[in-house]
């Protein structure tokens, strides 16, 4: 089964601290994608991971992705509240096809 | 870029009408893809598209829902007729086919009565 299973689900944190997101995915993919979502609105892209032990980082977000434990985090750092949205982690099905298996989603929420 | 556009941005009808959603992808992007976002479901792909042709739609609910892609720059996502469990946000995205990121339209907000 084609799945994504991200960790927790809901996290709530206060500024400064640090925390992060677990995304576990179910087969070989390589392509690891991070997307964003404010309440109402679209997905943004965050990050692209394109092969094992790749580390990409912006502003207080970093992600990195571990192929062979099939399993991609992101870290945040010294959280504000701008970070507040919900994000999800999406891996590239291969081959010919571009399609992306999304996970459930992490929304975050970083209270004063 | 103007980005992925969609329209409506948000629609109401009664059950049982014809619904149309309608998206244009991103000049010179190869691919575009329909999302269904709800509560419940999260986000599911419902079909997607290579250069105009249908490629996978074995995410599409039932029969009353059907997808056309006539040409580069446009595609439809219809529904006929309408239910109330169809209310969601149906997104449209597209890529390059040698592309590494799905970019988003902002999303239809669909409520059907």
């Known amino acids: 089964e084609l799945k994504v299973e991200q960790n927790p689900l809901f996290l709530s944190m206060q500024e400064g601290k640090n925390y992060t997101i677990y995304c576990n995915y179910s087969?070989?993919?390589?392509?690891l994608y991070w997307y964003r979502q404010d309440p109402g609105k679209s997905l943004e892209s965050l990050f692209v991971?394109?092969?094992?032990?790749a580390v990409k980082q912006e502003g207080r977000l970093m992600a990195s992705l571990d192929t062979k434990a099939r399993l991609s985090t992101l870290h945040i750092t010294a959280a504000v509240h701008d970070l507040s949205a919900t994000y999800f982690c999406?891996?590239?099905?291969?081959?010919?096809?571009?399609?992306?298996?999304f996970g459930t989603g992490t929304l975050l929420a970083v209270q004063p | 870029d103007a980005g992925v556009i969609q329209s409506p941005r948000h629609e109401v009808t009664e059950m049982g009408q014809e619904v149309t959603l309608r998206c244009k992808p991103i000049?010179?992007?190869?691919?575009l893809f329909w999302y269904r976002q709800t509560m419940m479901r999260g986000l599911e792909l419902l079909i997607y598209?290579?250069?105009?042709?249908?490629?996978?739609d074995s995410g599409m609910p039932e029969d009353r829902f059907s997808a056309k892609m006539p040409n580069a720059s446009f595609s439809t996502l219809k529904i006929q007729p309408s239910e109330p469990r169809d209310s969601a946000v149906y997104f449209c995205?597209?890529?390059?086919?040698?592309?590494?990121?799905?970019?988003f339209g902002p999303g239809t907000r669909l409520t059907v009565l």
């Open positions: 999406a891996f590239h099905l291969g081959g010919a096809t571009n399609k992306l298996i």
């Open positions: 087969t070989t993919s390589d392509r």
């Open positions: 995205a597209s890529t390059s086919l040698a592309g590494n990121t799905q970019y």
């Open positions: 000049s010179g992007h190869n691919s």
């Open positions: 598209f290579n250069n105009n042709v249908p490629i996978d």
């Open positions: 991971l394109l092969s094992n032990g």
